[in-house]
């Protein structure tokens, strides 16, 4: 069965004379976090826009649910796909709980039902619901506002979300704090997220599939995993290199398992230490200095993969830098 939710078909794209998508084919799938990447002015923004019709496509077809995109009314295609956007937008005059309840009010969502959404939400995002509710965007700092702007976007549970680089104004820390709670709250609502970034080391976290674009052209859709063991071109090399090259000992573990350079479960015979995904490469060498396997786990404590010498020196091997 088709699971597909978003599709373009031979879309292009002209500002005035000016073509910046040039002929671009590719679908998204219920579900899954399709990140499209690439360098300033690659085209990945008008793409995203062209999902909710803020930019209209100047030939092809967007289907969405399998219908054209042209033949929806506008109004109700917008309230059933979330936005977050990298100025986050909130309303001044409204207070937090205000700008989460908007849209379900639009849908006309009973009042009771909104009030334990709001607080259940806030709760999700570890913001106490009685100390935040009322307060106003200018109370917040940067990244609680994105917090808020986030709970806005998925508050009616729209099947899709789309994210116009939404955190890379943000410093490094908050940053990787929101791209965990993206993964968090997409693990809860099992929604299907449009994620553009001009960031390699961001797609690779969050992506099922990673869509990089150069010049208008989309040049290789694949997972993490296949875009860094067997790049499409020099482009997509490079600019994979680029981000990975940097820094190479901090890359966190769980970049290298989402790469496939884990190993399957080994048998009990080797001595082992446990240690987090969010660890990183020069943290899993000090570690192995003791043991020959570390097992990788998450957040939950839960197993993710395995990792030995061998791996970690394929890793270091295999990637330019």
Do not use: C
Not at 117 to 136: E, F, G, H, I, T
Not at 145 to 172: H, K, M, N, T
């Amino acid at each position: 069965m088709d699971k597909t939710v978003i599709e373009f078909q031979h879309v292009k794209k002209n500002f005035g004379n000016r073509n910046v998508i040039k002929d671009l084919s590719f679908k998204v799938q219920e579900g899954e976090i399709f990140v499209l990447v690439g360098t300033s002015g690659s085209g990945k923004t008008t793409t995203l826009k062209m999902i909710n019709q803020l930019f209209v496509q100047t030939e092809g077809d967007i289907l969405f649910k399998g219908k054209k995109i042209k033949d929806y009314n506008l109004r109700e295609l917008r309230l059933d796909v979330g936005y977050v956007l990298q100025q986050i937008a909130l309303f001044p005059t409204m207070t937090v709980e205000q700008n989460i309840a908007l849209i379900p009010e639009m849908k006309h969502f009973k009042k009771e039902d909104i009030q334990k959404r709001v607080d259940q939400l806030l709760k999700d995002v570890d913001m106490d619901p009685a100390k935040y509710r009322s307060r106003r965007p200018s109370a917040l700092s940067g990244g609680e506002q994105q917090r808020i702007g986030i709970l806005r976007a998925i508050a009616s549970e729209p099947p899709v979300v789309l994210f116009d680089e939404p955190f890379s104004a943000l410093d490094p820390l908050v940053r990787t704090q929101l791209q965990d709670l993206v993964l968090k709250l997409h693990q809860k609502l099992k929604n299907t997220i449009v994620f553009v970034t001009h960031d390699m080391d961001e797609a690779l976290k969050l992506g099922d599939r990673i869509g990089v674009m150069n010049d208008g052209e989309l040049l290789q859709v694949a997972t993490p995993k296949e875009i860094a063991q067997n790049p499409e071109n020099t482009f997509v090399e490079n600019f994979f290199s680029a981000t990975v090259g940097k820094n190479l000992y901090k890359t966190p573990i769980e970049k290298i398992i989402r790469t496939g350079f884990g190993i399957a479960e080994p048998d009990n015979s080797s001595s082992m230490m446990e240690i987090n995904a969010k660890e990183t490469l020069e943290q899993a060498f000090e570690a192995m200095t003791s043991v020959e396997l570390l097992k990788v786990i998450d957040e939950e404590n839960q197993t993710v993969s395995w990792l030995n010498h061998s791996a970690l020196f394929k890793y270091l091997s295999e990637t330019k830098h």
